[in-house]
């Protein structure tokens, strides 16, 4: 009876990722077409299968826009989506708490201040890489600051933890608006930053994301049991051998560098942690074997839609966007919240 059980949620769970994957493919395909310049989904295919010289090659034109505009901006947002989902259910999971996100540990504002220096104090150094840098820097000296700050005696208090992760977040936004109001001619590109867009994203933005955020993506999901085991408390953990304290560690940082390695290039792009790992959460279960993966799944094709939508309305940041669906899903979460969690 029990290894029928295991049969059949094997099943479900492989049929879930196969339909998510192909609705991702599909969104590519689709969210590729819609544009200044409508190209048909009969066009992209084509033009994707001569690349892989299936078929032959559409326009040059066509080529360029799909190849060297498109794609990397989808592409990119994809790899945003699944960073910052898979950060948020390692968070959620790891607080128990539906309300965590990315950002909760003071990471985007920590980002956000990295940026804010790059514009304002080495304008003559600026370039290309100089904010993603900056801001990655920022993002993990604010992670680094939250966790020594609420380690008490060699262990991480997750209450402590949160409470920290908010005053440290509360104090570089105060430092990010001082530094705003100092910006002068900079404060426009900085502005526009701290809203999250794929606009100007290129298969090089791309090419550098893609390894942190795969890495750390796979390092997370073999944690995926633990976290399964912690949240029946911390001390059951224990019991399965389970060095809860080691684990903690290792997934915040895990979840920083990943979130870190998103805003980066897309900048600071609010509540898809938040939204869809919860979202997911109903869909599939609270099994972290496969919360992780379909969340990363479903984070990809969220914000490829959202990214789509901005562009379709005048290029508006996708942080705007992505600040309409989260604010009323945060507020149904907070109504919610004396239900419990999982």
Known sequence: MREATHLRKFIQWKLIMVYLVAILCLTVVLATAIGPVYISPQEIVALIGSKLQLCEAPSSVIDIIIFDVRL???????????????????????????????????????AAVGAALSFTVL??????????????????????????????????????LLLTGLAISLFFSAFL???????????????FWLMGSFRIADW????????????CSFLIYLFAKDLNAMLLGEESAQTLGINVENVKKILLVLAAV??????????TIGFVGLIIPHI??????????????ASALVGGIFLVW???????????????????FGAPFFIYLLRKRKTGYY
């Open 280 to 293: 997911t959460r109903i869909l599939v279960g609270p099994d972290h074997r496969i919360l992780f993966p």
């Open 258 to 267: 990943i979130t870190a390695a998103a805003v980066a290039f897309a900048g």
């Open 306 to 324: 959202a990214d789509t939508l901005a562009c379709v309305l005048g290029e508006i940041p996708v942080g705007i966007i992505t600040a309409f």
């Open 123 to 160: 304008p003559q150094f600026f370039a290309i890489y100089t904010t993603p840098f900056m801001a990655f820097l920022g993002a993990m000296f604010a992670t680094f600051l939250v966790y020594n700050l609420a380690k008490v005696g060699g262990r991480i208090p997750i209450d402590t």
């Open 204 to 215: 090089t933005d791309v090419a550098i994301t893609v390894l942190p955020i795969t890495v």
């Open 72 to 110: 990397p901006r989808t592409f990119l947002a994809i790899l945003v989506g699944i960073a910052l989902a898979t950060a948020g259910t390692t968070l959620q999971g790891l607080f128990k708490n539906p309300m965590a996100d990315p950002y909760v540990i003071g990471i985007s504002s920590g």
């Open 177 to 191: 608006s001082f530094m705003m109001y100092r910006a002068g001619h900079d404060l426009n590109r900085l502005f």
